[in-house]
Nanobody, 127 residues
């Protein structure tokens, strides 16, 4: 499985962007997926995650209520809808995936558990 992230760009504060993570390979639907972000000079942090079934989601407190993660396993995509963007959301956003057993329907927050990474897409929010 390989990951391709897209959708970043420049937006004014209060605006919206939609990021997309496309997975190649027939088994992508069995991977939990997370979106992480890394601002300049800071470590890469968890932003949002979704279980392989799509039935469970979780968010960092800083984005909860503004970001929505979703997946379409028929299309092998995981999207991150970002609304009411703030300058502090400026970062490179990465999608990541980790294979899960069929009964393991949790959201994975720990960066250490992710084995596959996309190339990152830059989101810049101007004030």
């Amino acid at each position: 499985v390989q990951l391709q992230a897209s959708g970043g760009g420049l937006v004014q504060a209060g605006g919206s962007l939609r990021l997309s993570c496309a997975g190649s390979g027939r088994t992508f639907s069995r991977y939990a997926v997370g979106w992480f972000r890394q601002a300049p000079g800071k470590k890469r942090d968890f932003a949002a995650g979704i279980s392989w079934t799509g039935g469970s989601t979780d968010y960092a407190d800083s984005v909860r209520g503004r970001f929505t993660i979703s997946r379409d396993n028929a299309r092998n995509t995981v999207d991150l809808q970002m609304n009411n963007l703030k300058p502090e959301d400026t970062a490179v956003y990465y999608c990541a995936a980790t294979p899960r057993d069929p009964f393991d329907t949790i959201v994975v927050r720990s960066i250490r558990q992710y084995t596959l990474w996309g190339q990152g897409t830059l989101v810049t929010v101007s004030s």
